[in-house]
């Protein structure tokens, strides 16, 4: 699926709310992930950061993540990537990332995609600069200096 212009910067401003969302978590929160919902069409109607945080520690979302409302689950995946972060590809089937579920009190499916240190040896896409930090790798082998 090619990447229009205006995808491509909405894409952007998503990498930049992920990132501060996540310099945003304190240090009892963990298990970051992204939930997402689906409209009446294959675009997304909502996109959220959640983590663990608090005591006893729960689920709680952190922030919304205006950015990722129109696009779609792939776009989001790309967004993670730019943002340095990494997720699971045990499943590269279709949504094969994602996990459905269906929060307490809510009406509507959801999916998630669970967030990954990127200091984690199964972090994919990424591969180590010379002053031992992680950057993202693109599909043509590049990386891409933000």
């Not at 240090?27 to 959220?48: M, N, T």
């Amino acid at each position: 699926m090619r990447m229009t212009r205006n995808v491509a910067r909405q894409v952007g401003d998503l990498n930049e709310q992920i990132r501060l969302g996540m310099s945003g978590l304190s240090a009892d929160s963990s298990a970051p992930r992204i939930l997402v919902r689906h409209g009446r069409s294959a675009v997304l109607d909502a996109c959220e950061l959640w983590g663990m945080s608090g005591r006893p520690p729960s689920l709680r979302r952190l922030c919304e993540l205006p950015a990722g409302v129109g696009l779609r689950m792939l776009w989001i995946e790309q967004a993670v990537t730019n943002a340095g972060l990494a997720f699971p590809t045990s499943d590269l089937g279709l949504r094969g990332r994602w996990r459905r579920i269906q929060p307490p009190g809510s009406p509507t499916v959801w999916f998630e995609l669970d967030l990954l240190p990127v200091d984690r040896p199964e972090a994919p896409n990424q591969e180590a600069a010379a002053d031992g930090e992680l950057v993202p790798l693109w599909p043509n082998g590049t990386t891409r200096a933000e």
